[in-house]
């Protein structure tokens, strides 16, 4: 008996939501990094964005904690069986897993800082810059000095 598309996408979207709900029954029990860094390393990671419109450092940990908590239960349900080739990942990975659920960096990236020597254009043409900048910001700064004391009146 074959299932319509329909019955198909209807199953798989239950099977997700499924196994959302047992992932975020086991959130609870993920270990997760606490310093920012490494919070932001590890989203880098599993290929997430590393902080959405509104979010705080408590929930951009709350939101790795769920990544880590579905792939989790996404690797046990696969490994029962009980997920088939249809189903896609529950959440994009940019990365591979280990066994224990770890990730294991693909490729750790060496970066180099080096210096050249600036042409003496390039350095009269910031000094001017600059020169300009913090002249105006001492104006404005002065300005707001003697509005405060009551001497100038905005207009």
Known sequence: LELTQ??????QSHRL???????RKRAANVDVPTLPNDVRDALRQW???????????AAIRDRLR???ARWEVWKEQQEKGLVDEQ???PMPMQTSVSA?????AVAEEITETTYTHASQELIDARKFM????LGR???????ERQQRRGMVRWT
């Open 137 to 143: 910001s001492r104006s404005r700064l002065e300005k």
């Open 130 to 133: 600059c020169e300009y900048s």
């Open 47 to 57: 290929g997430e964005p590393i902080r959405l419109f509104g979010e705080d450092l």
């Open 87 to 89: 189903m896609q990942l």
């Open 17 to 23: 939501l499924l196994l959302d709900i047992e992932a």
């Open 6 to 11: 329909d019955s198909l996408a209807a199953q």
């Open 100 to 104: 224990e659920g770890g990730l294991a």
């Open 66 to 68: 769920m990544v880590m």
